[in-house]
Structure formats: structure tokens, C-alpha cells
């Protein structure tokens, strides 16, 4: 079975711009997370989808927004994009329901975007 | 709200030798811990994850880790190192969320391993 797979691997945008990552969770799985993570620190929430809905929202600003499809894939925006946003951006699916909370989470490898 | 504080940046220790990663949370409730594993260039792997029980949770690869409520801590020990262990360890802390949960980080620290 296929992992969780983001793409693309790499990206360089330029300051202003608009960027879209993309994630497919594993098989059966219908929550996907994102995360951001700056270099040298640990992971940061940024959203999670359950069933098509937005289950959690971390503290990021308003230029960022996201969306799962029907297939559960996910889709995360950043618009008007800040040197700041360069990191390594993480999807992680899991098969969580409403109560079952407790379930494992896979991450994929990642999208590492670098704002220039 | 829920922190995790990681104090130890680096850790470097020779192969076979035992090792023990710390890890501090701060969280009102009881929490639900974890202890993530990141190879350069990876994702993330869960290597193992605390709810409730038995204080003292054994998870993959031969890592297990101690939940002491009277310390908040929940430290990761490996008994005797190999050097494909090399690789960036984080332990984050869970909060229910609407059925769901939302673990926040520490920051990680770096595992060398010494041949």
C-alpha cells in the first residue's frame, strides 16, 4: 500500500505569490493534517480535515487555507506568500473517526517551499 | 494550553551505548503523549504513544518512554544505540479537539551517534 504522498517535493516561489501543496492520504484514511515545519524546530498544527469538513485550525493567519476533496486528498493554499513561510510543509492522514481520537497518525515526506 | 519543552538540542552518544531523550509537557488534563521520529529528508514515524495505564510504554525499534505525572515528563530511553538511530527525535503532546486531537511539539532534538 501506497504511504501519504505530497507533491511536489520541492518548490521555490517568490515573495507575493500564491502557492498550492498537495496531499493524498493512504487508503481508507479520511482525515488529513497539515503542518508547518521551520528549520530547526518542531512541527507546527496548521489545519485538520475530517470528512471534508475543518476539524481544527492552529494559529496561522488567514492567508492560509485549505480543503479536502470527496477522494479525501487535500489541498493547502498560501496566498500572498512571506519569506517567512519557507519550510517544510507536512500532510499526515489517519483513519480517526468522531471518537476515535487515539489513532495514528502517517506523515508523508513532505513539500519544502522556499520563498525567495 | 497544551507545551512541550525539549531542553536537550543535541545528544550525542557512542554506539551501543544507552540513551535517554527528555521531554517536559505542560497540560491542565491528562495528556496524551508522543514520541515522533524524523530521518533527514523524512516525514514523520510514531515510535511510540502514552494514553492512559501503564505508565511505561514500549513502542518500535526498542525505544520506550516513562510517563511520571509528578515530573510532567515522558523521557525516551533506547538501552543500547545503533547508528542507524541518528536522526531527529520530537515529542509532542495531544489535546482533544472536537473528536479529535491536536498534538503541539517540542522542538526536537538531534541524535549523533558515535561509531
Known amino acids: 500500500d501506497a504511504g501519504v504522498t505530497q507533491s511536489p517535493t520541492h518548490l521555490i516561489k517568490t515573495r507575493g505569490q500564491h502557492v498550492t501543496l498537495r496531499c493524498s492520504p493512504i487508503s481508507g484514511h479520511k482525515s488529513v493534517s497539515w503542518y508547518q515545519q521551520v528549520l530547526g524546530q518542531g512541527p507546527q498544527f496548521i489545519f485538520q480535515?475530517?470528512?471534508?469538513?475543518?476539524?481544527g485550525r492552529g494559529n496561522f493567519p488567514d492567508r492560509f487555507s485549505a480543503r479536502q476533496f470527496p477522494n479525501y486528498s487535500s489541498e493547502l493554499n498560501v496566498n500572498a506568500l512571506l519569506l517567512g513561510d519557507s519550510a517544510l510543509y507536512l500532510c499526515?492522514?489517519?483513519?480517526?473517526?468522531?471518537?476515535?481520537?487515539?489513532?495514528?497518525?502517517?506523515f508523508g515526506q513532505g513539500t519544502r517551499l522556499t520563498v525567495v | 494550553a497544551q507545551s512541550v519543552t525539549q531542553p536537550d538540542i543535541h545528544i550525542t552518544v557512542s554506539e551501543g551505548a544507552s540513551l535517554e531523550l527528555r521531554c517536559n509537557y505542560s497540560y491542565g488534563a491528562t495528556p496524551y503523549l508522543f514520541w515522533y521520529v524524523q530521518s533527514p529528508g523524512q516525514g514523520l514515524q510514531l515510535l511510540l504513544k502514552?494514553?492512559?495505564?501503564?505508565?511505561l510504554v514500549q513502542g518500535i525499534k526498542g525505544f520506550e518512554a516513562e510517563f511520571k505525572r509528578s515530573q510532567s515528563s515522558f523521557n525516551l530511553r533506547k538501552p543500547s544505540v545503533h547508528w542507524s538511530d541518528a536522526a531527529e527525535y520530537f515529542c509532542a503532546v495531544g489535546a482533544p479537539t472536537g473528536g479529535s486531537y491536536i498534538p503541539t511539539f517540542g522542538r526536537g532534538t538531534s541524535l549523533i551517534v558515535h561509531p
Open positions: 502514552y494514553f492512559s495505564g501503564d505508565t
Open positions: 499526515a492522514s489517519s483513519n480517526q473517526g468522531l471518537s476515535g481520537w487515539n489513532t495514528e497518525a502517517f
Open positions: 480535515y475530517y470528512e471534508k469538513e475543518e476539524r
